[in-house]
């Protein structure tokens, strides 16, 4: 089955203490990106990758770090989490570099930051 | 710079009623325009999306949506409101070049028997 995947669903953390989120896609996809979803704000992209070893900021990238060593994984790392980012996070991939294409998104990881 | 705004944080219908998203997007170029739907406890799937061509657009699960390049709207559209349709309703625009979803607030559907 096709299908993005992501771990853990959700996370309890203590500010500082260092997390990553991983997200993986069995689509074959090049394009992978990591949204935010607050509420009354949609979601919001913090990073994306258009291919292995290539990645760039999103709107919000502050506090977060990616990485893209392998074409199906992309994980989201927070070195130092605060509680303003205690949210639902999102990863989702896409074919090839063509914004049109649909983009296949997670089930969702909801991170609480105390 | 791409934006999208949805008109209405919560929309709610009785069962059989019409549904009616509103949807209006700011873009500098022609944009590729999308409606996801997000099931509680569950990721985002796309319902449909328009590219190019025919201003129509069907999608899954009897959802339309029509753009309107004069009004810079993209409104979703149901004739007939079934339960299972009670769910979170995001628009989202994109530009060719574009390496991004640019999404809107989100519009909460809910059904009333």
């Known amino acids: 089955e096709a299908q993005v995947t992501q771990n853990p669903r959700y996370l309890i953390t203590v500010t500082g203490k260092k997390l990553t989120v991983t997200c993986s896609q069995n689509?074959?996809?090049?394009?992978m990106s990591w949204y935010r979803q607050d509420p009354g704000l949609g979601l919001r992209q913090i990073y994306y990758?258009?291919?292995?070893?290539?990645?760039d900021k999103g709107d919000v990238p502050e506090g977060y770090k990616v990485s893209r060593k392998e074409k199906r994984n992309f994980p989201l790392i927070l070195e130092s989490p605060s509680p303003n980012q205690t949210s639902l996070y999102f990863c989702a991939s896409r074919s090839g570099g063509t914004p049109y294409n649909e983009q296949f998104f997670g089930p969702g990881t909801r991170l609480t930051v105390l | 710079a791409q934006s999208v705004t949805q008109l209405g944080s919560h929309v709610s219908v009785s069962e059989g009623a019409l549904v009616l998203l509103r949807c209006n997007y700011s873009?500098?170029?022609?944009?590729?325009l999308f409606w996801y739907v997000q099931y509680p406890n569950q990721g985002l799937q796309l319902l449909l999306k328009?590219?190019?061509?025919?201003?129509l657009v069907k999608g899954i699960n009897g959802f339309e949506a029509e753009f309107k390049k004069s009004e810079t709207s993209f409104h979703l559209t149901k004739p007939s409101a079934h339960m299972s349709d009670a769910a979170e309703y995001f628009c989202?625009?994109?530009?060719?070049?574009?390496?991004?979803?640019?999404f809107g607030q989100g519009t909460r559907l809910t059904i009333n028997p």
């Open positions: 689509m074959n996809h090049e394009y």
């Open positions: 873009s500098s170029v022609p944009p590729y």
């Open positions: 328009y590219t190019t061509g025919a201003t």
């Open positions: 989202a625009v994109s530009e060719q070049g574009a390496q991004k979803l640019v």
């Open positions: 990758s258009m291919n292995v070893e290539v990645t």
